[in-house]
């Protein structure tokens, strides 16, 4: 059985840092891409980061300078160290793994290919 589980969410204020862990289970993750998404109330879910295999990262435009993804295949772990945290940060944000292009999407999310996808951990950042 599948598994990735989000930690690491919380309540700052405006400047602080927030990192977030996704521990994973039950697929190959070495050999997987990972990905960090975020939905807040109103808004579409949207990629923040994700991260290849080979540990390439990729950022959204808005997160470029403030947020940083790493991955621990030792440890199954993928993170998202966030600073300069923004209101604008505010959301639940997901793990997810597995990108398959021909696979089923996560009504969540259905712009995205990844197939696998955690339960999602709150963030909230006040001004």
């Known amino acids: 059985e599948v598994q990735l589980v989000e930690s690491g969410g919380g309540s700052v204020q405006a400047g602080g840092s927030l990192r977030l862990s996704c521990t994973a289970s039950g697929f190959n993750f070495d050999d997987s891409d990972m990905g960090w998404y975020r939905k807040a109330p109103g808004n579409e879910c949207e990629l923040v980061a994700d991260i290849g295999s080979e540990g390439s990262p990729y950022y959204e435009d808005f997160v470029k300078g403030r947020f940083t993804i790493s991955r621990d295949n030792a440890k199954r772990a993928m993170y998202l160290q966030m600073n300069t945290l923004k209101p604008e940060d505010t959301a639940v944000y997901y793990c997810?793994?597995?990108?398959?292009?021909?696979?089923?999407?996560?009504?969540?999310?259905?712009?995205?290919?990844?197939?696998?996808w955690g339960q999602g951990t709150q963030v909230t950042v006040s001004s």
């Open positions: 997810a793994a597995v990108q398959n292009l021909a696979g089923s999407r996560n009504p969540l999310c259905p712009r995205s290919a990844y197939q696998y």
